[in-house]
């Protein structure tokens, strides 16, 4: 039974289902009825769903499902996941094509991005509300913590300097003092300067216009500028930018080194190729892929002592990596390691 209850606002419909009955906002595409008027069993140019109790967000969370990304050119107008993609490239590789330099027979990288979004999820880097403040924290974050970083853009933020024409027009005395708490801020005064320099001179001041250059030319414009090195530059490229490069730090080397996919001898560009030949070239994916390895690195796969039997990335070790797992806290005093289960901390340490 169907009926129509009227109030001032909003409109609501009652609906009367076994006796229980349940109110729900109308649509504003419902026609509207006579006061006083009641309509049984009269069709409905609408569909009026009952709010949850439990109803809160206005807007939808990010989904913790792996993120569906376009695997290669034959799949651009469908979306291909991230597995299927490993599926292919693995499929490749047995039929003949060369593996990249520095990689060993070891899971693909592809699996390492589908275990670490499935535990941690999204990471919503880099932080930043426009894009120049993106790079002001790519320059600023050299030899320094993200916190000492956020500090120094509160200070431009607060003294309005957040913009590329305000950093042109400052004077560099003034700027040094805001950046003091990122360190090294008399370098890092000239870096940023240097840099507003060059996007006025070849771009007019235009971040458009300078995003809209091809990447491999871009880069290099980057690593001209004094200051500038290849980790800050493929930061710039990717997070502000939304340029298909993968962003390669310590934490990066570290991962890989210790599971068997890089030598320590590799250099820069090496490892930046190896992601970027075994991956489908989407900005979002290295976005994120970058992202959760740095959120391993400073949970995880620590420069000592690592942790990692809590560590998603644990099921790829080789075996025959020099790390072993050791108890060295067990708090129910059990010896026995294999199926028994066991409590306390874990970590790696090199074997003697």
Not at 2 to 26: E, W, Y
Not at 145 to 165: K, Y
Request: proline share 7%; net charge positive.
């Amino acid at each position: 039974m169907l009926q129509q209850v009227f109030h001032s606002r909003p409109k609501v419909t009652k609906l009367v289902t076994s006796g229980v009955a349940i109110f729900a906002v109308r649509s504003k595409l419902a026609n509207p009825c006579p006061d006083g008027q009641y309509m049984l069993h009269r069709p409905f140019p609408f569909l009026d769903l009952p709010l949850p109790r439990r109803y809160r967000a206005l807007t939808m969370a990010a989904s913790r499902a792996l993120p569906q990304f376009v695997g290669s050119s034959s799949a651009r107008n469908k979306g291909v996941s991230l597995r299927d993609w490993a599926d292919c490239a693995v499929a490749g590789a047995t039929s003949g094509s060369a593996l990249p330099a520095g990689s060993h027979a070891r899971a693909p990288l592809s699996s390492y991005f589908e275990a670490l979004f499935a535990a941690h999820g999204p990471q919503h880097w880099w932080p930043g509300r426009t894009r120049f403040e993106i790079i002001v924290g790519a320059i600023l974050t050299q030899n320094t913590s993200w916190t000492n970083v956020e500090r120094a853009i509160l200070n431009l933020r607060t003294a309005r300097l957040l913009t590329p024409d305000a950093i042109r027009r400052v004077h560099s005395a003034k700027l040094a003092q805001l950046l003091r708490p990122s360190g090294s801020f008399r370098q890092k005064t000239k870096t940023l300067k240097t840099f507003i320099n060059f996007l006025f001179d070849l771009y007019g001041g235009s971040l458009t216009r300078m995003f809209a250059t091809a990447t491999p030319a871009l880069r290099e414009q980057l690593l001209d500028l004094r200051g500038i090195g290849p980790e800050t530059a493929d930061s710039i490229l990717l997070y502000a930018g939304k340029h298909p490069v993968f962003v390669v730090d310590a934490y990066t080397r570290r991962v890989l080194e210790r599971h068997g996919h890089a030598d320590p001898k590799l250099s820069y560009d090496e490892i930046r190729n190896l992601f970027e030949s075994s991956l489908p070239a989407n900005y979002q994916l290295f976005n994120e892929f970058h992202a959760l390895i740095v959120h391993t690195g400073k949970h995880h796969c620590h420069k000592q002592s690592p942790s990692c039997s809590s560590c998603p990335l644990s099921q790829f070790l080789p075996l025959d990596s020099p790390l072993v797992r050791v108890k060295i806290e067990n708090p129910d005093k059990s010896n026995t390691v294999g199926t028994t289960p066991i409590t306390g901390r874990w970590s790696l340490v090199a074997s003697s």
